[in-house]
């Protein structure tokens, strides 16, 4: 069976997005965009040591959206039992940086995942701000 790559970007995207509704829109916005330029420039191991190493709770989401995504790439990538820094740094080394055609796949993958939730922050930035004129109109 094909995977269609670019759906599951968008659904994994849409998740971020959706289990971040009690965060600033430009929070999250921001974590992706700074996470999306590590993978960039450094790669799918250091993606994951920024978010584990300086992105608390928005990190946690988005490491916990990655490991679905890379889970339902189907190479056999079961999320690790634990998501602890450790197991989440050890699934990666054992699993998805050993093969690098792979490696290279999953790395645009996650590529358009975080670019998708960046609009998707955006887009929900912007509903905020004109929410919030509307109250601000309708009050007295």
């Known amino acids: 069976m094909t995977t269609n790559l670019d759906r599951l970007a968008a659904k994994h995207a849409q998740s971020i997005i959706t289990n971040t509704q009690s965060q600033k829109a430009s929070d999250i916005e921001n974590t992706v965009?700074?996470?999306l330029g590590v993978l960039q420039e450094n790669g799918v191991y250091a993606c994951f040591l920024y978010l584990l190493a300086k992105e608390k709770e928005n990190?946690?989401?988005v490491v916990s959206e990655i490991l679905n995504l890379l889970q339902d790439l189907n190479f056999g990538?079961?999320?690790p039992h634990d998501l602890s820094p450790d197991a989440v740094l050890k699934h990666i080394t054992n699993n998805v940086?050993?093969?690098l055609e792979r490696l290279l796949l999953t790395k645009e993958t996650l590529e358009q995942m975080l670019i998708y939730a960046r609009y998707g922050a955006k887009a929900r930035q912007v509903a905020e701000k004109s929410?919030?004129?509307q109250q601000q109109e309708e009050t007295p």
């Open 131 to 133: 929410t919030n004129s």
């Open 59 to 61: 990190g946690k989401v």
């Open 77 to 79: 990538w079961n999320k």
């Open 97 to 99: 940086t050993q093969n």
């Open 33 to 35: 965009t700074k996470t």
